[in-house]
């Protein structure tokens, strides 16, 4: 079945440390991969996608992500994590050749330490 | 920045009665959605909505739900009788065109008592 999976429920990070959210997708052909962000009380806002090409894609607020066919995942990641970016993080994914629909995974809530 | 807006931010109803809310997408996106995040659950696809028709939609989207643009900005959504597995956070998108970025509204929370 096609699926997204985050495997991390709730990540830590020290504040200036490095970042990396886990994702992977279930789907036999490469799909369309997106990250969004939702703060709280907030929509989902898009950091960055992947529809083809260069598999290390740059977004806003200074994510990137990477795209592994063979690993089935695109995992974001950010060298150095400010406060601000204390949110939950979503994957998803556009599979289907004509559908519209997006599936997501589950999340990762993101907690930064001063 | 162009943004998809949702009215209103919270509704509370009473289960079977009617709710509608209400999205305006970005003025020159086509395609239209809405997804629903039960609370502690993902993100789910309800429906697509192109050219004043219904392109895609889930099992979730059953004859109690139904969608609509009635003018040139507004998109809705029209549950009829509402029961409490509804409540959750319903955000409507906006995206140019089929398998283009989807972009997201703040959503509408829906508590059904």
């Known amino acids: 079945a096609q699926s997204v999976t985050q495997p991390d429920i709730h990540i830590t990070v020290s504040e200036g440390a490095s970042l990396e959210l886990r994702c992977n997708y279930s789907?036999?052909?490469?799909?369309?991969l997106f990250w969004y962000v939702q703060s709280p009380g907030q929509g989902l806002q898009l950091l960055l996608k992947?529809?083809?090409?260069?598999?290390l894609v740059q977004g806003i607020k200074g994510f990137e992500a990477e795209f592994k066919r063979s690993q089935s995942s695109f995992n974001l990641r950010k060298p150095s994590v400010h406060w601000s970016d204390a949110a939950e993080y979503f994957c998803a994914a556009l599979m289907n050749q004509a559908g519209t629909a997006l599936i997501f995974g589950k999340g990762t809530t993101l907690s930064v330490s001063s | 920045e162009p943004e998809v807006t949702q009215t209103p931010s919270h509704q509370v109803t009473q289960m079977g009665q009617e709710v509608i809310l209400r999205c305006v997408p970005i003025s020159n996106h086509l395609y239209f959605y809405w997804y629903r995040q039960i609370l502690g659950q993902k993100v789910e696809f309800l429906v697509s909505f192109y050219n004043n028709e219904i392109s895609e939609k889930s099992e979730i989207f059953d004859d109690q739900f139904s969608v609509e643009r009635p003018d040139g900005s507004n998109f809705t959504l029209k549950i009829r009788s509402t029961k409490l597995e509804d409540s959750a956070m319903y955000f409507c998108?906006?995206?140019?065109?089929?398998?283009?970025?989807?972009?997201f509204g703040p959503g509408t929370r829906l508590l059904v008592l």
């Open positions: 998108a906006s995206s140019t065109g089929v398998r283009e970025t989807q972009y």
């Open positions: 789907y036999g052909a490469t799909p369309y």
């Open positions: 992947y529809f083809s090409g260069d598999t």
